[in-house]
């Protein structure tokens, strides 16, 4: 599941893999470890050589229970520091950076090995796992994602959240290395007006339709699923 922040992936992903019995990876926690190791290591984040040279010794270790995700560097437990604000206003610079991307995707590849996970992200569709039996693209607009992401966080107004979630994915879907784009075959998912009950089963409904006898892999969906409205 690919989208932009506030998009319900998080929320969605852990829902689908429950109801499924599935593994569950975040991987958007993996880069936010990465930005946390080199904020504690006081790497210049202005210098991507630097990023680059450092990016190969963080040990970043990620549970996957959906009930319980967990995140470790160096043995660690950074699942709280991880989400605040200074690791958000940084990670866009961080995950830019081919070498942190590439390290991060290898080790995401080793997790999600023969499969049977849900695997959240910017890049899981086009780059980590093109060959995924349902590629979704969660989207919403702006002013959804950031009333979302508004109620989870103290402290800031919803016009505040938006503006940092523009910059923020401006940044995600502009690098060089691996940007924000939905993946051919992916079935995009507004959740614009569903609540996360709606979006989950929508998504179930993908997989059932995907395993069942008429499921026809690879074949591009875009257009097809794309508006849901509540009724
Ligand atoms: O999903 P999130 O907001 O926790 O992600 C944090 C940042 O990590 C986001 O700004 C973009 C980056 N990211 C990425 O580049 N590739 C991914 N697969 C996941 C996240």
Do not use: C, F
Request: net charge negative.
């Amino acid at each position: 599941m690919d989208g932009p922040s506030g998009s319900g992936k998080s929320s969605a992903s852990r829902g689908v893999a429950k109801a499924l019995g599935l593994r569950y990876l975040d991987t958007g926690a993996m880069y936010r470890a990465m930005t946390w190791w080199m904020l504690r290591h006081g790497v210049d984040l202005a210098d991507s050589d630097a990023i680059a040279v450092r990016a190969v010794e963080p040990e970043i270790v990620s549970g996957t229970d959906p009930e319980g995700p967990t995140i470790h560097v160096d043995g660690v437990d950074v699942a709280s520091p991880i989400r605040e604000a200074e690791v958000t206003a940084s990670v866009s610079v961080v995950a830019a950076v081919p070498e942190v991307r590439s390290r991060l995707v290898a080790l995401q590849r080793e997790i999600i090995g023969a499969g049977d996970i849900v695997v959240e992200g910017r890049d899981i569709g086009t780059v980590v796992a093109p060959d995924a039996t349902l590629k979704v693209y969660l989207t919403a607009s702006a002013e959804a994602r950031a009333r979302r992401r508004h109620a989870e966080l103290a402290g800031t107004t919803v016009e505040a959240q938006q503006a940092a979630m523009a910059t923020r994915d401006r940044l995600d879907s502009t690098r060089r290395a691996d940007p924000l784009s939905m993946a051919a075959g992916a079935v995009e998912l507004d959740t614009t007006a569903l609540n996360l009950e709606e979006v989950i089963a929508e998504v179930l409904r993908l997989v059932e339709e995907r395993r069942g006898p008429a499921a026809k892999s690879g074949e591009p969906r875009r257009g097809r699923d794309h508006t849901y409205e509540r009724t």
